[in-house]
Each structure stands twice: as C-alpha cells, then as structure tokens.
C-alpha cells in the first residue's frame, strides 16, 4: 500500500476489514449514505465504530487507484474492495505481523537454495504437473524445518519476487500457503536450456552438487564441495558473469 497516503491508507484498511467479514456465508457491499447537507456516513454491519471518516472524495481517490468498485445510486454510493486492494491488504497485515515477531532470517542464496531444491523435489515426486502446487508443509517436510519457519516464508516469497517459482496466498494467511517452480527453476535445477545467467549459475551448483553426491572417494568429494561452497560465496554478480559464460558456450 506504499502509494497511499495515510488517510486512504486508514481507510482503505477500515474498508478491507469490513467487507472481508462473512455475514451468512456471503459478503456485503457497504454504502455511502449522504443525510444531510456535509453529513456522511458508511453504512455496513462490520464497519467499526471508530472507522475513519469517508467522503465521497475519498472514494473516488480509491476507484482512481483500483482499489474500489462504486456504484453509484440516486441516494447513496455501494462500493466494495478489488481483488487488488484486499490482497495489498493482506500483505500490509502479513508483514505487519512478521515486524511484530522481530525474527532475523538468513537471505543469502546458501539458505535460500535449498528451499528452491526442496521445492522442486516435491513436485517431482507428486507428478510434476505445471499447473499444480505443493504445500509449504510439504517442502517444510522435506527439509525438516517447522511450517512457521520464517527464513522458510522468506525464501519463498524472494524466489517468487526473482521469477524462480509461483506462489499462491489465501486471505487472512500469514504467508503463502503454496508454490510451484518455474522454467528458470527446473533450468536451475534440471538443467533446462534457456532461462538467465542466475539459472546457468545455479546450474553448475547443481552439478558439483550431483558429482559430490556420486562421488565414492571421501577426499574428492570434500574437494568437490569445497568448490561448489566457493561458487555460492561468489555471489550473486560473479555467479550471474559465470553464468552467462556458461550459457554463452564461454567455458
């Protein structure tokens, strides 16, 4: 909700929170009530008490941005949220939530790969189908870290910011609830063609990753994991000019 001011921002959050409310199974539009010359009121059987004042100017603000639908009658305005605002929403509420905990998490593609690994695997084993999902339970199994796992909810939510995966949210969660990799994710880890530099990077970790795990020799597999802990301390720019070296038919 970073292009709202704090007066939209208030009550666009009011607005969210109330229509999100269930009443019977369904949800209901909330209404603009003009009484009197300057007199306005919302009415809604879940808006608070304590709600902000709202105008129609207000309103209007919010319909500019897509962040409100309005339908406007002779005596009154019906409005409700977009797909759009109620997400933001959910989102501000999420990390407000994760700023209260006030967990340190570990970003660096070290910590972060083995999600996507993990990911992948699931997947895998359940089909591999493009349009299907795997629970972040599930990739918590397989790489034995609690669901609550922040570093976890992290790592997810930058993969998918990077273009490696999908995720899939649901109001009212605390995180994404699921994902699914993407073609940079399968050229990452299974030596698809194609992708970005990043992808043909990840794809020799990969590699000195299978060749330490096949490798019978205790000593040439230490050294081989010696190299692919150094490739990952590169970074993320050697290992995008590696990359594209590799990917360029360079070495």
Do not use: C, N
Request: glycine share 8%; net charge negative; hydrophobic share 45%.
């Amino acid at each position: 909700m970073t292009t709202l001011d704090t007066r939209l921002e208030a009550i666009l959050l009011a607005i969210v929170r109330a229509y999100r409310i269930d009443f019977d199974g369904r949800r209901e539009q909330l209404a603009h009530m003009r009484t009197g010359a300057t007199e306005e009121t919302i009415e809604h059987r879940g808006w608070p008490d304590d709600g902000p004042p709202v105008g129609r100017q207000e309103l209007v603000e919010l319909e500019e941005l897509g962040m409100v639908s309005i339908e406007r009658l002779a005596r009154s305005w019906l409005f409700a949220p977009t797909r759009d605002a109620i997400d933001s929403v959910a989102e501000y509420e999420r990390e407000l939530a994760r700023a209260e905990r006030g967990e340190a998490v570990d970003v660096s593609w070290a910590a972060v790969r083995p999600v996507l690994h993990a990911l992948v695997a699931v997947w895998e084993r359940h089909g591999a189908s493009p349009s299907a999902s795997i629970s972040v339970a599930a990739v918590a199994r397989e790489l034995e870290r609690s669901i609550d796992d922040l570093g976890l909810v992290r790592a997810i939510e930058l993969l998918e910011a990077d273009g490696w995966i999908a995720a899939d949210y649901e109001l009212g969660t605390d995180g994404p609830l699921s994902a699914r990799p993407l073609t940079k994710a399968l050229s990452g880890t299974r030596g698809w063609p194609g992708a970005d530099e990043l992808a043909a990077g990840e794809r020799l970790i990969t590699a000195l990753d299978e060749l330490a795990a096949h490798e019978p020799d205790d000593e040439k597999r230490k050294r081989l994991t010696r190299v692919r802990d150094f490739v990952i301390d590169l970074g993320s720019k050697t290992l995008s000019e590696l990359g594209g070296k590799l990917a360029g038919g360079a070495m």
